[in-house]
């Protein structure tokens, strides 16, 4: 149900799902609505109980998402290591920062192609040409 809500979402910012063992089918399901959701900006999932194939599916979902930009993890159930655990906020961390590197990339060049689509109509709605009276 959760994940199916959020395939649709537009308005929910921040999402805290803490201490509700999810485990990994709830973890999948998360992350696969996070595939098409790119309203949610904020994740917090401690005791999630989601397990080693929960962060791989998590992490899965996490490629496909553009608006994710904070996620806050344990390793409470995770079924890893210290290390381990380190390497997966690593990871995450890493396409976080460079997926909204790109995202700001894109956003930038659809400004630029709006302002130079407005210059373009500004100048065709003039009645005259703009080169010859400046």
Avoid: C
């Avoid at 806050?72 to 290591?81: F, I, Q, S």
């Amino acid at each position: 149900a959760l994940g199916a809500a959020l395939k649709n979402n537009t308005g929910l910012k921040k999402l805290i799902l803490v201490a509700n063992s999810l485990k990994k089918e709830g973890i999948r399901a998360l992350a696969n609505s996070l595939q098409f959701n790119d309203a949610l900006e904020i994740l917090h999932l401690r005791g999630t109980e989601m397990g080693p194939d929960g962060a791989r599916a998590l992490r899965r979902g996490l490629k496909q998402n553009i608006g994710v930009k904070v996620i806050e993890l344990d390793d409470d159930g995770l079924g890893v290591t210290e290390a381990d655990h380190q390497k997966l906020v690593n990871q995450i961390e890493d396409y976080l920062s460079l997926q909204h590197e790109e995202r700001k990339a894109v956003n930038w060049k659809e400004i630029q192609k709006a302002e130079n689509k407005l210059k373009s109509d500004f100048r065709t709605a003039l009645p005259f040409d703009v080169k010859s009276e400046l």
